[in-house]
Protein backbone atom coordinates (compact mmCIF):
# COMPACT_ATOMS: atom_id res chain seq x y z
CA UNK A 1 0.00 0.00 0.00
CA UNK A 2 1.03 3.65 -1.01
CA UNK A 3 2.29 5.38 1.83
CA UNK A 4 2.31 9.57 1.97
CA UNK A 5 3.74 11.41 4.68
CA UNK A 6 1.97 14.97 5.18
CA UNK A 7 4.20 17.57 6.89
CA UNK A 8 3.24 20.95 8.70
CA UNK A 9 3.95 23.14 11.27
CA UNK A 10 2.12 26.48 11.09
CA UNK A 11 -1.54 27.74 11.70
CA UNK A 12 -2.01 28.53 8.26
CA UNK A 13 -0.09 25.00 6.79
CA UNK A 14 -2.87 23.41 9.29
CA UNK A 15 -5.89 25.39 8.03
CA UNK A 16 -5.28 24.47 4.42
CA UNK A 17 -4.17 20.88 5.10
CA UNK A 18 -6.85 19.52 7.53
CA UNK A 19 -9.30 19.05 4.84
CA UNK A 20 -6.59 17.55 2.20
CA UNK A 21 -5.56 14.73 5.74
CA UNK A 22 -9.42 14.60 5.99
CA UNK A 23 -9.98 13.76 2.62
CA UNK A 24 -6.35 11.42 2.32
CA UNK A 25 -7.72 9.60 5.51
CA UNK A 26 -10.85 8.67 3.98
CA UNK A 27 -9.12 6.87 1.32
CA UNK A 28 -9.02 3.00 1.77
CA UNK A 29 -5.89 2.14 -0.85
CA UNK A 30 -3.08 4.79 1.05
CA UNK A 31 -1.86 5.19 4.35
CA UNK A 32 -1.29 8.71 5.45
CA UNK A 33 0.99 9.46 8.33
CA UNK A 34 0.98 13.18 9.48
CA UNK A 35 4.10 14.47 11.30
CA UNK A 36 4.08 17.96 12.81
CA UNK A 37 7.54 19.91 13.80
CA UNK A 38 5.07 22.39 16.02
CA UNK A 39 7.06 25.37 14.37
CA UNK A 40 3.83 27.28 15.64
CA UNK A 41 2.77 24.94 19.25
CA UNK A 42 -0.70 26.82 20.73
CA UNK A 43 -1.71 28.10 17.02
CA UNK A 44 -0.98 24.76 15.72
CA UNK A 45 -2.69 22.57 18.09
CA UNK A 46 -6.05 24.51 17.91
CA UNK A 47 -6.46 24.13 14.55
CA UNK A 48 -5.54 20.37 14.80
CA UNK A 49 -7.97 20.34 17.46
CA UNK A 50 -10.84 21.84 15.98
CA UNK A 51 -10.87 19.69 12.47
CA UNK A 52 -10.31 16.22 14.43
CA UNK A 53 -7.37 15.48 13.40
CA UNK A 54 -4.45 13.88 15.54
CA UNK A 55 -0.77 13.87 14.42
CA UNK A 56 1.44 10.78 14.35
CA UNK A 57 4.36 12.02 15.34
CA UNK A 58 5.45 15.54 16.88
CA UNK A 59 8.81 16.90 16.46
CA UNK A 60 7.99 19.70 18.79
CA UNK A 61 10.49 22.04 17.79
CA UNK A 62 9.26 25.48 18.92
CA UNK A 63 11.19 28.20 20.91
CA UNK A 64 10.34 31.64 22.09
CA UNK A 65 11.76 33.93 19.81
CA UNK A 66 13.12 31.24 17.12
CA UNK A 67 15.36 32.62 14.44
CA UNK A 68 15.32 31.08 11.51
CA UNK A 69 18.38 28.88 11.63
CA UNK A 70 16.58 27.34 14.84
CA UNK A 71 13.18 26.34 12.56
CA UNK A 72 15.14 25.25 9.48
CA UNK A 73 18.36 23.16 12.31
CA UNK A 74 15.49 21.60 14.38
CA UNK A 75 13.37 20.18 11.43
CA UNK A 76 15.83 18.87 9.17
CA UNK A 77 17.33 17.07 11.52
CA UNK A 78 13.92 15.51 13.27
CA UNK A 79 12.59 14.50 9.91
CA UNK A 80 15.36 13.08 8.57
CA UNK A 81 14.77 10.74 11.48
CA UNK A 82 10.95 10.40 10.62
CA UNK A 83 11.79 9.49 6.79
CA UNK A 84 13.97 7.03 7.95
CA UNK A 85 11.34 5.29 9.96
CA UNK A 86 8.07 5.42 7.71
CA UNK A 87 10.11 5.25 4.50
CA UNK A 88 7.33 6.90 2.75
CA UNK A 89 6.45 7.12 -1.15
CA UNK A 90 5.82 10.55 -1.48
CA UNK A 91 6.31 13.35 1.51
CA UNK A 92 3.69 16.41 0.65
CA UNK A 93 4.43 20.36 2.18
CA UNK A 94 2.17 23.48 2.30
CA UNK A 95 3.18 26.60 1.03
CA UNK A 96 6.06 28.99 2.33
CA UNK A 97 6.78 28.60 5.72
CA UNK A 98 10.09 27.28 6.95
CA UNK A 99 8.89 23.53 7.96
CA UNK A 100 7.46 23.40 4.73
CA UNK A 101 10.75 24.67 2.95
CA UNK A 102 13.37 22.32 5.35
CA UNK A 103 10.92 19.26 5.21
CA UNK A 104 11.45 19.38 0.99
CA UNK A 105 14.85 19.71 1.25
CA UNK A 106 15.41 16.47 3.78
CA UNK A 107 12.69 14.65 1.56
CA UNK A 108 14.87 15.40 -1.35
CA UNK A 109 18.29 14.49 0.55
CA UNK A 110 16.76 11.52 0.32
CA UNK A 111 15.32 11.11 -2.69
CA UNK A 112 11.90 10.98 -1.61
CA UNK A 113 9.93 12.61 -4.28
CA UNK A 114 8.02 16.12 -3.01
CA UNK A 115 4.41 17.47 -3.88
CA UNK A 116 3.38 20.66 -3.01
CA UNK A 117 0.44 22.14 -2.24
CA UNK A 118 0.11 25.77 -3.25
CA UNK A 119 2.64 25.77 -5.66
CA UNK A 120 3.79 28.28 -7.77
CA UNK A 121 2.83 31.67 -6.25
CA UNK A 122 5.49 34.31 -6.54
CA UNK A 123 6.17 38.03 -6.02
CA UNK A 124 9.85 37.03 -7.87
CA UNK A 125 11.11 39.72 -4.68
CA UNK A 126 13.35 37.71 -2.39
CA UNK A 127 12.79 39.95 0.36
CA UNK A 128 9.16 39.93 0.10
CA UNK A 129 7.78 38.49 1.47
CA UNK A 130 10.78 37.30 3.72
CA UNK A 131 11.31 34.40 3.68
CA UNK A 132 8.70 32.95 2.00
CA UNK A 133 9.18 33.97 -1.77
CA UNK A 134 12.48 31.83 -1.22
CA UNK A 135 11.30 29.32 0.64
CA UNK A 136 8.33 28.89 -1.98
CA UNK A 137 10.97 28.50 -4.72
CA UNK A 138 13.53 26.58 -3.38
CA UNK A 139 10.67 24.02 -3.04
CA UNK A 140 9.46 24.07 -5.82
CA UNK A 141 13.04 23.53 -7.01
CA UNK A 142 12.54 20.55 -5.45
CA UNK A 143 9.53 18.45 -6.18
CA UNK A 144 8.16 16.40 -8.40
CA UNK A 145 4.38 17.31 -7.77
CA UNK A 146 3.32 20.73 -8.28
CA UNK A 147 -0.23 21.19 -6.90
CA UNK A 148 -0.80 25.10 -8.05
CA UNK A 149 -4.49 26.82 -6.89
CA UNK A 150 -4.47 28.79 -9.70
CA UNK A 151 -3.20 29.30 -13.85
CA UNK A 152 -1.38 32.04 -13.18
CA UNK A 153 0.61 30.34 -10.54
CA UNK A 154 1.02 27.06 -13.08
CA UNK A 155 2.54 30.22 -15.64
CA UNK A 156 4.77 30.64 -12.87
CA UNK A 157 6.30 27.29 -12.74
CA UNK A 158 6.38 27.00 -16.03
CA UNK A 159 7.84 30.40 -16.49
CA UNK A 160 10.89 28.68 -14.31
CA UNK A 161 11.11 25.89 -16.85
CA UNK A 162 9.37 22.64 -14.46
CA UNK A 163 7.81 20.32 -16.92
CA UNK A 164 4.32 20.89 -17.52
CA UNK A 165 2.72 17.67 -17.27
CA UNK A 166 3.93 17.81 -13.06
CA UNK A 167 2.18 21.10 -12.90
CA UNK A 168 -1.93 20.74 -11.30
CA UNK A 169 -4.18 23.28 -11.42
CA UNK A 170 -6.40 22.31 -8.58
CA UNK A 171 -8.11 25.50 -7.03
CA UNK A 172 -6.82 26.45 -2.93
CA UNK A 173 -7.64 24.14 -0.59
CA UNK A 174 -8.21 27.00 2.07
CA UNK A 175 -11.67 27.23 0.14
CA UNK A 176 -12.05 23.92 1.30
CA UNK A 177 -11.89 24.70 4.53
CA UNK A 178 -13.99 27.24 4.93
CA UNK A 179 -16.85 24.86 4.53
CA UNK A 180 -16.11 23.04 7.59
CA UNK A 181 -15.93 26.50 9.59
CA UNK A 182 -18.40 28.84 8.64
CA UNK A 183 -21.88 28.46 9.99
CA UNK A 184 -24.90 29.86 9.01
CA UNK A 185 -26.26 30.43 13.09
CA UNK A 186 -22.95 32.17 14.65
CA UNK A 187 -22.91 34.09 17.22
CA UNK A 188 -20.20 35.51 19.53
CA UNK A 189 -19.30 37.78 22.12
CA UNK A 190 -16.96 39.96 20.23
CA UNK A 191 -19.90 40.56 17.69
CA UNK A 192 -21.93 41.43 20.51
CA UNK A 193 -18.98 44.19 21.71
CA UNK A 194 -18.70 46.15 18.25
CA UNK A 195 -22.84 45.99 18.28
CA UNK A 196 -23.90 48.69 15.38
CA UNK A 197 -20.53 50.10 14.53
CA UNK A 198 -18.65 49.16 11.55
CA UNK A 199 -16.29 45.92 12.70
CA UNK A 200 -12.85 46.40 11.61
CA UNK A 201 -10.79 42.67 11.83
CA UNK A 202 -6.76 43.46 12.34
CA UNK A 203 -4.03 41.19 11.87
CA UNK A 204 -0.20 41.41 11.51
CA UNK A 205 2.85 38.91 11.68
CA UNK A 206 4.94 39.09 8.49
CA UNK A 207 8.78 39.90 9.23
CA UNK A 208 9.91 42.25 7.01
CA UNK A 209 7.29 44.60 9.36
CA UNK A 210 7.00 43.29 12.40
CA UNK A 211 11.09 42.99 12.25
CA UNK A 212 11.04 47.69 11.88
CA UNK A 213 9.46 48.35 15.18
CA UNK A 214 9.27 51.95 14.68
CA UNK A 215 7.11 51.72 11.35
CA UNK A 216 5.62 48.60 13.02
CA UNK A 217 4.23 51.19 15.46
CA UNK A 218 3.20 54.00 12.69
CA UNK A 219 1.66 51.20 10.98
CA UNK A 220 -0.42 50.02 13.63
CA UNK A 221 -0.85 53.71 14.71
CA UNK A 222 -2.71 54.95 11.59
CA UNK A 223 -5.43 51.54 11.13
CA UNK A 224 -6.36 52.66 15.42
CA UNK A 225 -6.64 56.19 14.67
CA UNK A 226 -8.56 55.06 10.83
CA UNK A 227 -11.22 53.47 13.12
CA UNK A 228 -11.27 55.44 15.84
CA UNK A 229 -11.85 58.92 13.59
CA UNK A 230 -14.93 56.39 11.64
CA UNK A 231 -16.21 55.41 14.66
CA UNK A 232 -15.18 51.43 13.89
CA UNK A 233 -14.57 48.55 16.05
CA UNK A 234 -11.44 46.84 15.98
CA UNK A 235 -11.11 43.47 16.88
CA UNK A 236 -7.02 43.18 16.39
CA UNK A 237 -6.35 38.82 17.52
CA UNK A 238 -2.52 39.40 18.21
CA UNK A 239 0.02 36.80 16.73
CA UNK A 240 2.35 34.63 19.42
CA UNK A 241 5.17 36.35 18.00
CA UNK A 242 6.48 38.66 21.26
CA UNK A 243 7.53 41.02 18.58
CA UNK A 244 3.96 41.76 17.34
CA UNK A 245 2.85 41.48 20.93
CA UNK A 246 5.05 44.23 22.51
CA UNK A 247 4.25 46.75 19.83
CA UNK A 248 0.28 45.68 19.75
CA UNK A 249 -0.07 46.41 23.18
CA UNK A 250 1.38 49.69 22.96
CA UNK A 251 -0.30 51.31 20.31
CA UNK A 252 -4.01 50.05 21.23
CA UNK A 253 -3.36 50.54 24.75
CA UNK A 254 -5.11 53.81 24.25
CA UNK A 255 -8.07 52.98 22.29
CA UNK A 256 -11.47 52.19 24.21
CA UNK A 257 -12.82 51.12 20.75
CA UNK A 258 -10.42 48.32 20.36
CA UNK A 259 -10.19 44.73 21.77
CA UNK A 260 -7.09 42.84 21.71
CA UNK A 261 -7.17 39.12 21.83
CA UNK A 262 -5.53 36.07 21.90
CA UNK A 263 -5.67 34.58 18.23
CA UNK A 264 -8.70 33.41 17.55
CA UNK A 265 -9.78 29.94 16.97
CA UNK A 266 -10.36 29.41 13.20
CA UNK A 267 -14.00 28.64 13.57
CA UNK A 268 -14.38 32.00 15.23
CA UNK A 269 -12.21 34.03 12.46
CA UNK A 270 -14.13 32.82 10.02
CA UNK A 271 -17.28 33.34 11.46
CA UNK A 272 -16.04 36.66 12.89
CA UNK A 273 -14.68 37.57 9.50
CA UNK A 274 -17.62 36.83 7.01
CA UNK A 275 -19.63 39.46 9.63
CA UNK A 276 -16.79 41.88 9.59
CA UNK A 277 -16.97 45.01 7.28
CA UNK A 278 -13.38 45.58 7.12
CA UNK A 279 -9.93 43.69 7.09
CA UNK A 280 -6.34 45.39 7.13
CA UNK A 281 -3.64 42.80 7.53
CA UNK A 282 -0.66 41.20 6.03
CA UNK A 283 -1.69 37.90 6.00
CA UNK A 284 -1.14 35.77 2.90
CA UNK A 285 -4.08 33.45 3.85
CA UNK A 286 -6.84 35.78 4.67
CA UNK A 287 -6.93 37.55 1.14
CA UNK A 288 -7.30 34.18 -0.60
CA UNK A 289 -10.39 33.71 2.08
CA UNK A 290 -12.20 36.90 1.95
CA UNK A 291 -13.69 36.77 -1.79
CA UNK A 292 -16.02 34.07 0.19
CA UNK A 293 -16.28 36.00 2.91
CA UNK A 294 -17.54 39.56 1.08
CA UNK A 295 -15.12 41.04 3.03
CA UNK A 296 -13.18 43.47 1.45
CA UNK A 297 -9.12 43.67 2.73
CA UNK A 298 -6.23 46.26 2.78
CA UNK A 299 -3.13 44.36 2.53
CA UNK A 300 -0.51 45.86 4.64
CA UNK A 301 2.36 45.31 1.93
CA UNK A 302 3.40 46.51 -1.57
CA UNK A 303 3.15 43.30 -3.42
CA UNK A 304 0.97 40.34 -3.29
CA UNK A 305 1.85 36.89 -4.52
CA UNK A 306 -1.90 36.60 -4.97
CA UNK A 307 -2.43 39.11 -7.74
CA UNK A 308 -6.06 36.92 -8.37
CA UNK A 309 -7.26 38.27 -5.29
CA UNK A 310 -6.59 42.45 -6.28
CA UNK A 311 -7.85 41.40 -9.87
CA UNK A 312 -11.04 39.83 -8.96
CA UNK A 313 -11.66 43.28 -6.83
CA UNK A 314 -11.89 42.23 -3.09
CA UNK A 315 -8.59 43.39 -2.21
CA UNK A 316 -6.42 46.04 -2.25
CA UNK A 317 -2.95 46.85 -1.70
CA UNK A 318 -2.19 49.74 0.51
CA UNK A 319 1.47 49.46 1.32
CA UNK A 320 3.30 50.30 4.46
CA UNK A 321 3.40 54.10 4.78
CA UNK A 322 1.56 55.55 7.56
CA UNK A 323 -0.32 58.26 6.02
CA UNK A 324 -1.10 56.00 2.99
CA UNK A 325 -2.64 53.40 5.24
CA UNK A 326 -5.20 56.11 7.36
CA UNK A 327 -6.03 57.51 4.04
CA UNK A 328 -7.01 53.78 2.62
CA UNK A 329 -8.65 52.72 6.00
CA UNK A 330 -10.62 55.90 6.95
CA UNK A 331 -12.04 55.74 3.41
CA UNK A 332 -13.51 52.13 3.31
CA UNK A 333 -15.02 52.75 6.50
CA UNK A 334 -16.76 55.95 5.78
CA UNK A 335 -17.58 55.72 1.86
CA UNK A 336 -20.09 53.05 1.71
CA UNK A 337 -20.13 53.05 -2.14
CA UNK A 338 -15.82 52.58 -2.41
CA UNK A 339 -16.39 49.46 0.25
CA UNK A 340 -19.65 48.14 -1.44
CA UNK A 341 -17.37 47.96 -4.91
CA UNK A 342 -15.17 45.51 -2.86
CA UNK A 343 -18.08 43.07 -1.85
CA UNK A 344 -19.99 40.01 -4.07
CA UNK A 345 -17.20 38.71 -6.24
CA UNK A 346 -16.49 35.31 -6.93
CA UNK A 347 -13.66 33.98 -5.67
CA UNK A 348 -10.80 32.94 -7.96
CA UNK A 349 -9.01 31.16 -5.74
CA UNK A 350 -11.39 27.93 -6.30
CA UNK A 351 -14.77 26.11 -4.98
CA UNK A 352 -13.96 24.27 -2.22
CA UNK A 353 -12.65 20.72 -3.98
CA UNK A 354 -9.41 21.26 -4.11
CA UNK A 355 -8.62 18.36 -1.35
CA UNK A 356 -10.57 16.02 -3.08
CA UNK A 357 -8.42 16.79 -6.44
CA UNK A 358 -5.15 16.34 -5.03
CA UNK A 359 -6.33 13.28 -3.36
CA UNK A 360 -7.50 12.22 -7.05
CA UNK A 361 -3.94 12.69 -8.45
CA UNK A 362 -1.90 11.36 -5.27
CA UNK A 363 -3.71 8.22 -4.88
CA UNK A 364 -3.18 7.39 -8.84
C1 LIG B 1 5.43 31.70 10.35
C2 LIG B 1 5.82 31.57 8.88
C3 LIG B 1 5.00 32.53 8.02
C4 LIG B 1 3.52 32.38 8.29
C5 LIG B 1 3.25 32.49 9.77
C6 LIG B 1 1.79 32.23 10.04
C7 LIG B 1 8.17 31.03 8.49
C8 LIG B 1 9.53 31.57 8.28
N1 LIG B 1 7.22 31.94 8.69
O1 LIG B 1 5.82 32.98 10.77
O2 LIG B 1 5.25 32.25 6.65
O3 LIG B 1 2.85 33.42 7.62
O4 LIG B 1 4.04 31.52 10.48
O5 LIG B 1 1.38 32.74 11.24
O6 LIG B 1 7.97 29.85 8.48
N2 LIG B 1 4.65 31.66 18.79
C9 LIG B 1 4.13 31.10 19.95
N3 LIG B 1 3.11 30.17 19.81
C10 LIG B 1 2.61 29.81 18.62
C11 LIG B 1 3.15 30.39 17.45
C12 LIG B 1 4.17 31.31 17.55
O7 LIG B 1 4.55 31.40 21.05
O8 LIG B 1 1.68 28.99 18.58
C13 LIG B 1 5.72 32.68 18.93
C14 LIG B 1 7.09 32.09 19.28
O9 LIG B 1 7.73 32.99 20.14
C15 LIG B 1 7.79 32.09 17.92
C16 LIG B 1 7.22 33.34 17.26
O10 LIG B 1 5.84 33.35 17.67
O11 LIG B 1 9.18 32.14 18.10
C17 LIG B 1 7.30 33.42 15.79
O12 LIG B 1 6.89 32.21 15.17
P1 LIG B 1 7.58 31.76 13.78
O13 LIG B 1 6.97 30.48 13.34
O14 LIG B 1 9.06 31.82 13.89
O15 LIG B 1 7.20 32.94 12.79
P2 LIG B 1 5.80 33.45 12.27
O16 LIG B 1 5.88 34.91 12.18
O17 LIG B 1 4.71 32.84 13.06
N1 LIG C 1 -6.58 32.83 11.42
C1 LIG C 1 -7.17 32.27 12.57
N2 LIG C 1 -7.21 33.01 13.72
C2 LIG C 1 -6.70 34.26 13.80
C3 LIG C 1 -6.09 34.82 12.63
C4 LIG C 1 -6.05 34.07 11.47
O1 LIG C 1 -7.65 31.15 12.55
O2 LIG C 1 -6.77 34.87 14.87
C5 LIG C 1 -6.52 32.01 10.19
C6 LIG C 1 -6.94 32.68 8.89
O3 LIG C 1 -8.32 32.56 8.66
C7 LIG C 1 -6.13 31.93 7.86
C8 LIG C 1 -4.84 31.62 8.59
O4 LIG C 1 -5.14 31.72 9.98
O5 LIG C 1 -6.77 30.69 7.56
C9 LIG C 1 -3.80 32.61 8.17
O6 LIG C 1 -2.72 32.55 9.02
P1 LIG C 1 -1.62 33.69 9.08
O7 LIG C 1 -2.20 34.99 8.69
O8 LIG C 1 -0.98 33.56 10.41
O9 LIG C 1 -0.55 33.18 8.02
P2 LIG C 1 -0.33 33.45 6.44
O10 LIG C 1 -1.58 33.05 5.74
O11 LIG C 1 0.03 34.89 6.29
O12 LIG C 1 0.83 32.58 6.12
Given at each position: MKKIAVVIGTRPEAVKMCPLLLELKNRKNINTVLCVTGQHREMLDGVLERFGVVPDVDLDIMKDSQTLFDITERTMSGFRDFLFRQSPDVVVVHGDTTTAFAAALSAFYMKIPV?????????????????????????????????????????????????????????????????????RDYSSEILQKAGERKLL?????????????????????????????????????????????????????????????????????????????????????????SPSMSLPVLVLRDETERPEAVECGAVKLCGTNSERIYGEVYRLLTDDAAHDAMTGKKNPFGDGFSSVRIADILTK
Open positions: AHVEAGLRTHDAFCPYPEEFNRTAIDAVCKYMFAPTEKARENLINEGRNKDDVYVVGNTAIDALKYTIKVLTAHRRENRDDPKKFRAMLSSVAKAAHDAGAYVIFPVHKSPAVRNVANDVFGKYDNAMLCEPLDVFDFHNICSRAYLCVTDSGGIQEE
